[in-house]
């Protein structure tokens, strides 16, 4: 899906090289993503740290960047605007207990059941709401209060700063590889801004990040049945949402690496992590695909990109606020869009007209819930869609032959397998009235799958039995067997064994 040239391998000067540059993109995110809950920007700020240290010392995914995200933030604005911030971080804590859960349970290998072109949709989809994310950047307070969009010198010297700092992010590595270009764009535009005193928006416009270490409390709920069937709805749906985010995001990052995540243990990691930042005053939060794509591009691959991020965050906090509020917004909006540029899944929009029709409508539909709704409706969207058009070409599969032996009996051969989908067509090729009154049923290449398929065998026996004709089946394969035998008198049939023939000699899982 991507092409880097990045070393593969861990190097632990480039991963802190590349964990200071994220940690100079997270800023800006999880303060936005603190407004957009509700809360102070240091709520964002400590989950950034305390998730993103966390995931990176326990998870299954080195090089992964995990922090505050607007998919998390929008599900919180209600809760927050209802309960307040208390019950905010309540509901953190449980969210991550039900993704510890989650990954005890082995729950994380389901991601693999996620079809690739829900995966397109989802990282075009990611990069179009990253890039609508940066354009609030490009509005201004007037006189009244009022957020407009900038015009004239302002915009023109955002719009310039924002052009040389994707430039520098992309001619500079041809110089040399041995410092991030990102990191190299992000400090270079910061002193040609003060050095030419340019007048531009800065992350201290936006809010101080200035605070203390993050302090060890309680959330101040009643500790009730009322207040967990409160939080209990909102810790399900953030649950989800984190989960599916990280372990995408992870799948992401295995193909950019070429290596391979613990899924199971990611999720264990992100629950603690939210658990913990519930705990410290931290609004939650999930694996982020654009600072991870940042920290990749930049050469961190191992943990100590991660835990220098979280570190150098924290060092914002308590000793550089001053500092690193003077960075111009343009230059981390333009380390966004080289983001939104990798992100996007260029070739999509060429191949839209070379896959199935059915492909290419997951693409469209993933992408466009996930600039619409969110992340885990799209996703869910997606699997749902693709699994109903599979279910509705392999209906198509089914196909009996019908013959009579030289014993008399009328033979039907069934090719395909029986289930939901393919019942109906399944039973319309039978005729019970024209045929001989033994009849056999042969399976050798067909499969019962569920238990639609057992109440169409059972309404077949019935309307051969109520013709007082004898339905027999022939070379039911182990798994047929095992659900036939659980069906037990859900079905009236009369098996011919044989056994010496198998086709599958396992139990169902």
């Known amino acids: 899906m991507f092409e880097l040239n990045a070393s593969k391998t861990s190097n632990l000067k480039n991963d802190v090289l590349s964990g200071l540059t994220v940690a100079l993109a997270l800023v800006p995110e999880a303060v936005a ?39 998390m933030a929008v599900v919180m604005v209600s809760l927050v605007a209802i309960h307040g911030v208390e019950y905010l971080f309540a509901t953190v804590v449980l969210t991550g207990l039900l993704q510890i859960m989650a990954g005890v349970f082995k729950l994380g290998k389901f991601i693999r059941l996620v079809p690739h072109p829900v995966m397109l949709g989802f990282v075009n989809g990611l990069a179009i709401v990253i890039f609508l994310a940066q354009l ?4 201004v307070t007037n006189a009244a209060g009022e957020l407009e969009w900038m015009q004239g010198t302002p915009l023109y010297t955002m719009a310039g700063l924002i052009v040389l700092t994707m430039a520098i992010i992309h001619f500079f590595p041809k110089l040399t590889k041995a410092v991030p270009s990102t990191l190299v764009a992000i400090v270079g535009v910061s002193l040609l801004v003060v050095v030419l005193g340019l007048d531009t928006k800065s992350v201290g416009d936006v809010a101080s990040i200035a605070g203390g270490l993050p302090t060890f409390a309680i959330p101040e ?3 009730s049945l009322e207040t967990l069937k409160i939080i209990f709805p909102f810790a399900l749906v953030l649950a989800g949402i984190g989960l599916i985010e990280s372990l995408l995001t992870l799948t992401l990052i295995d193909e950019l690496t070429g290596t391979r995540g613990k899924s199971n243990k990611e999720c264990i990691a992100q629950g603690a992590a939210n658990t913990a930042t519930g705990f410290f005053g931290g609004m939650g939060g999930c694996a982020m695909i654009g600072q991870s794509i940042i920290n990749v591009n930049s050469g961190g691959r191992g943990r100590a990109s991660g835990i220098t991020a979280a570190l150098a965050l924290l060092g914002f906090i308590l000793f550089a ?10 230059a981390l909006v333009g380390v966004m869009f080289i983001v939104v540029i990798g992100t996007f899944e260029w070739s999509s929009l060429r191949i839209l007209g070379k896959v199935p029709k059915a492909d290419a409508f997951v693409i469209v539909l993933v992408s ?16 749902i869609v693709s699994a109903l058009v599979f ?13 009579i032996d030289e014993n ?64 027999h089946l022939k070379h039911l394969n182990q798994e047929c067997k095992d659900l036939l035998d659980k069906a037990g008198k859900l079905v009236e049939l009369n098996v011919i064994e044989d056994p010496d023939y198998h086709i599958v000699t396992d139990k169902l899982a």
């Open 33 to 71: 993503f603190a407004f957009v809950a509700g809360v102070e920007p240091l709520v964002g700020l400590y989950a950034a740290f305390m998730v993103g240290l966390i995931t990176s010392i326990f998870g299954g995914r080195p090089g992964m960047i995990s922090g505050a995200t607007g998919a």
């Open 136 to 139: 609030g950047q490009f509005k």
């Open 221 to 223: 709920v009643p500790f």
């Open 321 to 330: 606020s001053g500092l690193i509020e003077q960075i111009p917004i343009a």
């Open 368 to 383: 466009g819930v996930t600039v619409y709704s969110d992340l885990a409706v799209a996703v869910v969207v997606g699997v």
């Open 391 to 403: 279910a509705w070409e392999h209906a198509k599969h089914i196909a009996v032959s019908r013959s």
């Open 408 to 471: 008399g009996s009328t033979v039907y051969e069934v090719n395909g397998p029986i289930f939901f989908g393919s019942i109906a067509n399944f039973l319309e090729q039978f005729t019970p009235d024209k045929d001989s009154d033994d009849v056999i049923v042969e399976f050798k290449n067909s499969r019962v799958v569920d238990h639609s398929a057992i109440e169409a065998i059972d309404t077949l026996a019935e309307r051969y039995l109520t013709r007082n004709k004898t339905m």
